[in-house]
């Protein structure tokens, strides 16, 4: 697919928009790239999963909360460095994800074959998953009881730091030690139970000073008598730092063992979002599926452009490729050519992304290999080009490279030049599309173009509506009925 007309047709907002409707990481990152395909079997089969998705969320939507990208934290795995728990609880929590979007599948009771069937090779590593559970709680802390070891030695530093608590509180509570103290509490520096005393009082009360206050006022120091106890704690503290680097370390080589599968899981769980934000996106759009052909054929009804306000669009109706290959659009400026030829651009470029359409459930489309698009001012100054000889160069590219089966889009064709030359130009280019029967929708103000399509077969004239009384345009398109550019009625008023 061509990617020079992604940028006119604003293709890369429709994409942003799609982004917002994915839940997960992997999701959004495939709603970024999506690339419309030229495929016809693969569009069929694009549609068909986002025709099941708009079913499926009809009655409940898939369980998509919980899952993280690991894609980092798997490859962390496989060189070997030990995960920590924050990573370790986005494992599992994603793992808990797949399972639940597995079971959700399964026990699905609508019809929606290949939504099973991408949902069912996702593999369930239960007992991954279980020696996660054992390691993390329900509030994603380690749990004290990860192993037996590690239950051990946590009882024991729990008895350990009672047993300092309950020794320091017997000093503090001391009368004869009352005045030493600034409060009496207990509390940590360095890892260590200390007791705050009153700077004049240092040398009054023994012990190992570990911190003092801002002011200088207080002193938090170890008394001697406690030392041998702190010093139980801290080891058994280190000790069972060490277990718990054990059992990370157990768990980071079970999900390394499982980095494949955990991988081709996560890709399984974007594939589903990325379908499903593609049915969200039908839902907001209020959009249908089109009818697919291979004919070239165009019966687009009441259809709005997607980045146009709904309550404000005016529908349009568009044919093309059946009776004729090429129409060409006529009417006033500001009167709506170019946005009825984004429309089938841009509409073109959704269904071909397996996106559904803001048109009537009727209309029709057929699946391009190729959509050509040369709108706009592309003038350059840093390549020094004027508007005639960008256009020129950009129609020059596409008349190398458009073939049968393309979509080429022209706006305002051979302007920006002498207007006689502009015309018998413009109306070589849409000759030589029509010969090599490639379908063609085109803007002018041309009269002679208005006259070509009257006289070649394949040719239809179309235009867009203006209402001389108000001289307003009404933006809707006229089939078979040439436009004028009404430029008197517009500048006398």
Request: proline letters at 5%; aromatic letters at 6%; hydrophobic letters at 40%.
């Amino acid at each position: 697919m061509d990617t020079e007309s992604f940028k006119v047709l604003e293709y890369e907002k429709i994409k942003n928009w799609l982004t917002t409707y994915a839940s997960s990481a992997g999701g959004k990152e495939l709603c970024r790239n999506i690339v419309p395909s030229g495929d016809y079997d693969a569009v069929i089969r694009l549609h068909q999963e986002t025709a099941e998705a708009v079913q499926v969320q009809q009655i409940q939507p898939p369980p998509f909360g919980g899952i993280y990208d690991l894609r980092a934290i798997l490859k962390k795995a496989l060189m070997g460095s030990v995960l920590e728990l924050d990573e370790l609880r986005s494992v599992m929590s994603t793992m808990g994800s797949m399972r639940n979007m597995k079971y959700f599948f399964r026990d699905l009771m609508k019809d929606v074959p290949l939504l099973k069937s991408m949902a069912r090779p996702i593999e369930v590593l239960g007992i991954v998953e279980r020696h996660l559970k054992d390691t993390i709680d329900e509030h994603g802390n380690f749990r004290d009881d990860a192993s037996p070891e590690l239950r051990r030695i946590t009882r024991e530093l729990q008895t350990a730091q009672t047993h300092v608590k309950d020794r320091l509180s017997a000093i503090l509570h001391d009368a004869v030690n009352q005045k030493y103290f600034q409060e009496a509490i207990v509390t940590v520096r360095d890892e260590r139970y200390v007791i705050p005393v009153k700077q004049e009082y240092r040398n009054y009360f023994p012990g190992v000073i570990h911190d003092q206050s801002a002011s200088g006022a207080t002193l938090f120091v170890e008394p001697l008598a406690t030392v041998e106890l702190n010093n139980m704690v801290r080891q058994l503290g280190i000790t069972r730092e060490q277990e718990i680097q054990r059992i990370l370390q157990k768990l980071t080589a079970e999900i390394a063992k499982n980095a494949d599968i955990l991988a081709d899981n996560c890709k399984i769980l974007a594939e589903i979002d990325f379908v499903f934000a593609r049915g969200g996106l039908a839902r907001e759009m209020e959009a249908y599926p089109p009818i697919l052909n291979r004919d070239g054929v165009v019966r687009l009804k009441r259809a709005r452009h997607p980045l146009l306000q709904k309550d404000k669009v005016v529908p349009i109706d568009i044919e093309l490729g059946s009776a004729f290959s090429i129409l060409l659009i006529t009417g006033p400026n500001t009167g709506g050519k170019t946005v009825s030829m984004k429309t089938l651009g841009l509409l073109a470029l959704l269904a071909q992304s397996g996106c559904f359409l803001p048109a009537a459930p009727d209309s029709t489309l057929p699946v391009y290999r190729n959509i050509y698009a040369d709108i706009g001012d592309e003038q350059s100054i840093e390549q020094s080009l004027s508007t005639f000889s960008a256009h020129t160069r950009n129609i020059v590219r596409i008349i190398e490279k458009a073939e049968p089966g393309d979509l080429i889009l022209l706006d305002e064709v051979g302007a920006g030049t002498d207007p006689d030359e502009g015309a018998a130009l413009a109306r070589s280019i849409i000759e030589h599309f029509r010969t090599c029967h490639i379908s063609v929708l085109a803007t002018t103000h041309y009269a002679v173009l208005k006259t070509y399509a009257y006289t070649q077969p394949g040719v239809q004239n179309a235009s867009v509506e203006f209402d001389l009384n108000t001289l307003r345009p009404t933006y809707r398109l006229l089939m078979g009925i040439p436009g004028a550019s009404n430029a008197f009625s517009i500048s006398r008023q």
